[in-house]
């Protein structure tokens, strides 16, 4: 798709891309971690478990390989030994065997995590093009695999070279120690210098993690475009979100307005705020604020309480006050308790009076605000 666009992959990889790509079995890997893990965990074994496991298959051969004469011609019997024999055998060899696997495994694992995906061995028949093959051997990546691996061929002769190097006194004294001596010791030496040179691996797979990292970050990158389309897919196309609120904010304005003329009394800033004011001594434990508004929607509300006798009053504190300190449908807060009722008392007694729809707007001046509700 970037190609087709021409479009660059500069935008990091989102968390959908990454998933996606590991089920693809598209995950960071390095062959260099899994060889040095396999190479020492096969030496470290061979070291801790070889004597035992020599001795166990020395003493299974001469159990079971030593046989008399009718055993020979008994072929039930032979057949037997030789069957639990090889039975013996594995069950010795299994630790040996359970070690490299489990080091097989984790490399894997501490690079690229768990990733069973059956797209990952999937076949593919354009991967027998020999085009696209020989494309992919002379690419970047090819090369840098060559480099890799002449550097490894290098790095790892060159560490060969000089254990055998400070070791060739020892390997020429072998020729006199007795036999038995010369294989213990023998064994020994070939297990120490498999050892050394896994050991020459950590360094080389210290340095070819980061880069597999860096390499598998860089192939799973996105264009602005993909970035975009992957944004809509996970979340939705931004412009119908914009206009799915944009109509449930003239939904939720709609109803508001039509609770204005249920309030009690509407009070303004007098221009900029109207707060819309409810209350039932018998039903409600305090005021409720039914619609609030600035500007053009204050004004929409100071218009429809003018058609509805519902009167307005100019407290410019209270109003914002309220404004900022209460949404809609919420009780007023304790703090405007005594600012409020003020305000309620005023409106209920005007509405005694027989001309109190000519005093439609009114002012109130001295309420009580607390400090910390005081807004400019």
């Known amino acids: 798709m970037a190609e087709d666009s021409g479009q660059e992959r500069t935008h990091d990889a989102t968390p959908r891309r990454k998933q996606q790509a590991r089920d693809k079995g598209q995950v960071a890997q390095s062959r260099e971690l899994n060889t040095m893990l396999m190479l020492m965990s096969s030496g470290v074994a061979a070291f801790m478990m070889g004597p035992a496991l020599v001795r166990n298959l020395l003493d299974i051969s001469r159990s079971y390989f030593s046989v008399d004469r009718d055993t020979i011609f008994d072929e039930t019997v032979l057949l037997q030994q030789f069957q639990t024999a090889v039975i013996d055998a594995v069950f010795a060899i299994t630790p040996f065997f359970v070690v490299v696997t489990v080091a097989a495994v984790a490399g894997p694992i501490l690079i690229g995590g768990l990733n069973f995906s059956g797209k990952a061995i999937s076949f593919k028949f354009e991967k027998l093009d020999p085009i696209k093959g020989l494309k992919r051997i002379f690419a970047w990546r090819g090369l840098v695999e060559l480099l890799k691996a002449l550097v490894k061929f290098v790095f790892i002769s060159s560490v060969a070279i000089i254990f055998l190097y400070n070791q060739q ?27 050394t040179i896994s050991a020459a691996m950590i360094i080389i797979a210290l340095a070819d993690v980061p880069f597999q990292l860096w390499d598998h970050s860089q192939q799973i990158k996105m264009t602005f475009q993909e970035v975009r389309d992957d944004s809509k897919d996970t979340e939705g196309d ?68 003018r058609e509805h006798d ?12 309220l404004h900022h300190t ?45 400090d910390d509700m005081q807004f400019d």
């Open 169 to 195: 006194d020892t390997y020429i004294g072998l020729g006199y120690e007795p036999l038995y001596f010369a294989i213990s010791h023998t064994s020994n030496l070939l297990v120490w210098g498999f050892i």
């Open 310 to 321: 519902v009167l307005i009053v100019e407290a410019p504190p209270l109003a914002r006050a």
């Open 326 to 370: 209460t949404e809609i449908d919420q009780e007023v807060p304790a703090g405007l308790y005594l600012a409020v009722a003020k305000v309620l008392a005023y409106v209920f007694q005007l509405k005694q009076r027989p001309n109190w729809k000519t005093k439609q707007d009114s002012k109130v001046n001295d309420l009580p605000i607390p």
């Open 238 to 305: 931004p412009e119908l979100k914009g206009r799915i609120r944009r109509q449930q904010r003239e939904i939720a304005q709609r109803r508001m307005m039509a609770e204005v003329p249920k309030a009690d009394v509407v009070i303004t800033n007098p221009e900029h705020y109207s707060i819309a004011l409810k209350y039932d001594q018998e039903k409600m434990n305090a005021p409720i604020l039914i619609a609030k508004g600035v500007d053009l929607i204050a004004f929409k509300i100071r218009e429809i309480a």
